[in-house]
């Protein structure tokens, strides 16, 4: 299963009579999905039945899919609550265009004009887009959310990332954990 890798949403109910379903929790990385292009779905990644999309339509407000292998609303009932995995190809993703955690954990975080902000010690994994936790020399920590108007570039040999810093970001920065327990 382990080429369905990518999380698209989480089953949140039927829609209408003929199997459809509506999935909540999307991250937006649906662009690839087509009929007749496949997806697993189940309670994790290791134990996901694939199934056929017969019918599919995405949105800002609502992503549905009807399923080849749930005809019926009741078939489909046995969906809710799990989670719909897609290949990384079929979501646009390539290999390249990704990192593991511990490839950012370590990294040094720079202004696009060269000045330090920090470390990345902790990595978010969240529904629309990760977040990089970069420690900064002060201490204090500051969500970095990973958009393409954020990280600018990742070299992973040089354990560097430039970043662009958002109006205002830097008034997220908090006092570490242990500086709060003082």
């Known amino acids: 299963m382990s080429s369905y890798s990518e999380y698209i949403g989480v089953v949140a109910r039927t829609h209408g009579l003929d199997g459809m379903v509506l999935l909540m929790d999307t991250i937006g990385a649906t662009s690839g999905l087509s009929v007749d292009s496949t997806v697993a779905i189940g309670y994790s990644r290791d134990f996901a039945k694939v199934y056929t999309i017969d019918a599919f339509e995405s949105s800002p407000l609502r992503t549905i899919l009807r399923l080849r292998e749930c005809p019926s609303a009741d078939s489909a009932q046995a969906l809710v609550e799990q989670a719909v995995y897609a290949r990384p190809s079929d979501v646009g993703l390539r290999e390249d265009d990704r990192h593991r955690i511990g490839d950012i954990e370590g990294c040094t975080v720079v202004t696009n004009d060269g000045n330090v902000v920090g470390v990345v010690t902790d990595v978010w994994?969240?529904?629309?887009?990760?977040?990089?936790?970069?420690?900064?020399?002060?201490?204090?920590?500051?969500?970095?959310?990973?958009?393409?108007?954020?990280?600018?570039?990742?070299?992973?040999?040089?354990?560097?990332?430039?970043?662009?810093?958002?109006?205002?970001?830097?008034?997220?920065?908090?006092?570490?954990?242990e500086e709060r327990d003082e």
């Open 125 to 177: 994994l969240m529904p629309a887009n990760d977040v990089w936790i970069v420690t900064m020399p002060d201490g204090r920590t500051l969500p970095l959310p990973v958009i393409d108007d954020v990280v600018l570039s990742v070299d992973v040999a040089a354990r560097v990332i430039v970043a662009y810093i958002l109006p205002g970001l830097l008034d997220l920065s908090t006092n570490s954990a």
